[in-house]
């Protein structure tokens, strides 16, 4: 067993995080996760309307025993989502930890904290981290430019953003970005993080609700087969690459704006990959560690088998290196 300081803060086996991630954290992943000891997260957003929240989490709760959280990403709109109304479908349920993402959470965190709620937010700076903590998050996951989603604008890989971040913060910090297996939690930790935070290696398993053509996509592709959109924007984002991320860049790239692609990136088209298996349909979020997945298995085995494996290389070939 890896015991860490961010398995006693968010009651959890072992440090091991999947992130909030749109269409995909519902109560199948999510109770997998929990039942294999790590730390899943529900998204919020996922369901239309916070009383389809309160009913995820209680299928959630059906599947499994052990704790898990709801992702609340909080993202500028002209017709925002009533956030606040999440939020308290998120108090009423009894969830216990929560991860915000996006803007500064400062306006929820004294809700949460008043009903015992543990809160980890999402960064991509050490600078946003260090306001996060300034504010009384309870930890903090900080995005390496090796991330699916949005990585920032600094691209600072994880080599050198985690101990960055480490050095400055007094609150569990887990690392995230380009994760998939026992020798990347190792290093983690070897870089002062607490565990690691993992979306597309979560994708690839049979849990996760997601077509069996993306599943077997991202076991063909490689740590090159992503694309940086929005770029020109100041807003981007890493996906899968494909025609469609490729058009959108190419676009860009040109001179575009962002209603010249945004039929091209509507979430409607994304969803539709994970649904239908058509890879070319719109964009879906992968990260660099496609390069490091060549399997699909179950949650259970993908846990067990990253604990199994960073156990056996600090008890043994880093400990032989030390002798």
């Given at each position: 067993?890896l015991?860490?300081r ?17 269409w995909?954290?519902?109560a199948e992943?999510?109770s997998a ?5 790590a ?20 299928r ?17 709109s002209i ?8 939020r ?6 009894g ?40 504010i009384g ?35 569990p ?21 607490e ?26 592709n ?16 890493r ?5 469609v ?7 860009l ?7 010249d692609?945004?039929d091209l ?6 969803r ?20 490091l997945?060549?399997?699909i298995?179950t ?13 056996e290389?600090i008890?043994?070939?880093l400990?032989?290196?030390?002798r």
């Amino acid at each position: 067993m890896l015991k860490t300081r961010f398995c006693e803060t968010f009651g959890v086996e072992h440090p091991i995080v999947q992130g909030g991630m749109q269409w995909v954290g519902t109560a199948e992943l999510v109770s997998a996760v929990a039942n294999a000891g790590a730390l899943g997260f529900l998204t919020a957003l996922t369901q239309p309307t916070p009383e389809a929240l309160v009913r995820e989490i209680a299928r959630c709760r059906e599947m499994t025993d052990r704790p898990f959280g709801v992702n609340l990403t909080i993202l500028p709109s002209i017709t925002p989502p009533p956030y606040d109304e999440y939020r308290r479908a998120i108090v009423e349920s009894g969830v216990r930890v929560v991860e915000t993402a996006g803007a500064n959470p400062r306006e929820h965190l004294p809700e949460f904290h008043a009903h015992g709620i543990k809160v980890l937010h999402k960064c991509t700076s050490v600078r946003h981290a260090v306001k996060a903590e300034a504010i009384g998050v309870d930890g903090v996951s900080i995005d390496g430019f090796e991330c699916a989603g949005h990585p920032g604008e600094d691209d600072i890989p994880g080599l050198v953003l985690i101990p960055a971040a480490v050095r400055r913060l007094s609150i569990p910090v887990i690392a995230s970005g380009g994760f998939a297996d026992g020798r990347g939690l190792v290093a983690a930790l070897a870089l002062g993080a607490e565990g690691i935070n993992m979306g597309t290696r979560f994708l690839c398993t049979r849990e996760a609700p997601v077509h069996q053509r993306v599943k077997e996509q991202i076991v063909a592709n490689s740590e090159l087969d992503t694309e940086l959109i929005f770029r020109p924007l100041r807003n981007t984002a890493r996906v899968a690459g494909n025609a469609v991320s490729r058009k959108v860049v190419e676009i860009l790239d040109e001179g575009g704006e962002f209603p010249d692609v945004r039929d091209l990136v509507a979430g409607v088209r994304g969803r539709k990959v994970f649904e239908d298996g058509d890879l070319d349909a719109g964009i879906w979020s992968a990260g660099l560690a496609q390069g490091l997945i060549d399997d699909i298995p179950t949650v259970r085995e993908l846990v067990d088998r990253i604990v199994a494996e960073a156990r056996e290389l600090i008890t043994g070939r880093l400990a032989a290196v030390c002798r």
